[in-house]
């Protein structure tokens, strides 16, 4: 099995037990905000512990989306209010920034049905394995069954009959499994995208710089292969130029050598020649 299935499963166990608790993070001071808008100073606290811990959240489901699933959602909040942290003025600021933010509302959501969006994938992969395991080994135990309980099946099957044809469904189901959890893993993508990532504009303006980067980087690609390939042919050319040009070298000290022999050989002897190194 792939790798990218058992990376879905423990995304899915994961978010169930820290997305319940990211829920009530967030639900819980959201809920009190709300029960106390009528005393304004009183639900404003909650109501930022609210927003930081959705966008804190939110910032944990793009990284195991990221981890888990192999899809990078960039950040959809518009650019941070500038101001020091402990300025009661910045800090409204950001406040009212947040709240004007569609992000933010889009991570809310995403908060909202979060559990249920959990429970169901969950209970999907659980039902594509737990089925085929079921069924391949009827074949043991559907024989211990009492026989009132096997023949009430349709058609009045044999024990052996009825755990046969379980075990041939469960082959057939078996195959089913990584399937399921790919569509799964898709989903899970394609809503994250949805509601944790930029829209409009920012998404337009991600996309380019997406593409600026690619571009860079199949630039700087293509300069670094341009020269390997020069000091390649470079290095082949003065190799090959060394090889052809030996041959002919060594030809010429052969032709030398014999001229030398032979202007020894007419003035002093052929006794003299062969004083000279062949």
Do not use: M
């Amino acid at each position: 099995l792939a790798p990218a299935l058992w990376q879905t499963v423990l995304k899915v166990l994961i978010d169930l037990v820290v997305g319940s608790c990211a829920f009530a993070l967030v639900a819980v001071p959201l809920v009190v905000a709300v029960s106390a808008v009528v005393v304004f100073p009183v639900a404003l606290p909650f109501a930022w512990l609210a927003l930081a811990a959705n966008r804190v959240t939110a910032r944990f489901d793009r990284f195991t989306i990221a981890r888990y699933l192999g899809t990078t959602i960039p950040d959809g909040h518009r650019d941070r209010v500038p101001g020091r942290w402990w300025s009661p003025r910045a800090a409204w600021r950001r406040f009212v920034a947040e709240l004007r933010d569609d992000a933010t509302w889009r991570e809310l959501l995403y908060r909202a049905i979060s559990l249920p969006r959990t429970a169901l994938a969950a209970a999907l992969i659980g039902a594509a394995f737990a089925t085929p395991a079921f069924l391949l080994t009827c074949p043991l135990w559907v024989g211990d069954q009492p026989q009132t309980s096997i023949a009430s099946l349709p058609l009045h099957p044999s024990a052996f009959f009825a755990g046969s044809v379980a075990f041939l469904v469960g082959l057939v189901l078996l195959p089913l499994a990584p399937i399921v959890v790919a569509g799964v893993a898709e989903g899970e993508r394609r809503l994250g995208s949805l509601l944790l990532g930029p829209w409009g504009d920012a998404a337009l303006a991600e996309r380019v710089e997406e593409v600026e980067t690619s571009r860079a980087r199949v630039v700087d690609a293509a300069e670094a292969e341009r020269q390997r390939i020069e000091r390649d042919l470079h290095d082949g050319a003065q190799q090959r130029l060394v090889a052809l040009a030996f041959p002919q070298l060594r030809q010429r000290e052969h032709r030398l050598l014999d001229a030398v022999r032979a202007v020894l050989a007419a003035d002093r002897g052929d006794d003299l020649v062969t004083g000279v190194p062949g």
